[in-house]
C-alpha cells in the first residue's frame, strides 16, 4: 500500500474534534491566582490611552481580577467599583489598595450567577475587559451614564464561543452607542460613548 507523502503532516481538527475554549471556574481562576498568576500586571495602554484624558468620576471594572485597571482608575482620582467572583483576586485587591491608600469599593460577585446589580446610569466608565458573559452586554450599556464612556475587550475566533466574539460582534453587541475605537487582532477592542 502507498502512503501519501502528507501522511504524517498535521491536519487541522474537524468541527467534530475541534476543542472549544472553556470559560475558567472561578475555582480555576483562584489556582491561578494562588500560584502568582496576573496578580500584578500592568494596566493596559488601552484603558490608559481613553479613560487617562476623562476627568475622574464613577467607575465600575467588571470581573476585574486583581484590579490592574481599578488602581490605575483610582489613582487618577476615580471612585472605583471593582466586582469579581475570585475572593483571591479581591483579597489582593483590597490588600493594593490599601496599601495605596486608595478607596476602592471590592466587591466579590459571580457576575454569571447574577450576584451584581449594575444600577441604571450610574457609571461615568464602565470596564469590561477579557470578561465575555453577552447577557451582561445590556446592563452594561444601561449603567454606564450618557455620554458615559464603555471599554471592552474580548478574545476572538472565527467560531462564536462562550468566551470568545467573532469578527464585528463587540461592534454589533454596542451598536446603540458611539463607536470611538474598534480593533481586532488577537482580541477585539472597543471603546464606546453611551448615548
Known amino acids: 500500500m502507498a502512503t501519501s507523502s502528507f501522511s504524517n503532516a498535521k491536519r487541522p481538527p474537524s468541527a467534530a474534534t475541534r476543542i472549544e475554549p472553556r470559560r475558567l471556574s472561578l475555582e480555576d481562576w483562584n489556582r491561578r491566582y494562588r500560584a502568582g498568576e496576573q496578580l500584578d500586571q500592568k494596566h493596559a495602554p488601552l484603558v490608559e490611552r481613553f479613560a487617562g484624558r476623562l476627568p475622574p468620576g464613577k467607575a465600575l471594572d467588571l470581573a476585574c481580577g486583581p484590579g490592574r485597571h481599578a488602581l490605575f482608575l483610582a489613582e487618577r482620582g476615580w471612585q472605583v467599583t471593582a466586582v469579581d ?21 471590592a466587591r466579590l460577585a459571580d457576575l454569571e450567577r447574577g450576584e451584581f446589580e449594575i444600577p441604571a446610569d450610574e457609571y461615568d466608565l464602565v470596564i469590561d475587559f477579557l470578561y465575555l458573559q453577552r447577557d451582561l452586554i445590556p446592563a452594561i450599556q444601561r449603567g454606564t451614564r450618557p455620554g458615559g464612556m464603555i471599554i471592552a475587550v474580548a478574545l476572538i475566533s472565527q467560531q462564536p464561543t462562550p468566551t470568545r466574539v467573532t469578527p464585528g460582534e463587540l461592534c454589533a453587541l454596542f451598536a446603540g452607542c458611539k463607536i470611538l475605537h474598534s480593533l481586532e487582532r488577537e482580541v477585539a477592542e472597543l471603546v464606546a460613548i453611551r448615548l
Request: aromatic letters at 0%; glycine letters at 14%; proline letters at 10%.
Open 85 to 105: 467572583g475570585s475572593p483571591i483576586a479581591i483579597g489582593h485587591l483590597g490588600a493594593r489598595a490599601s496599601a495605596r491608600n486608595l478607596p476602592i469599593d
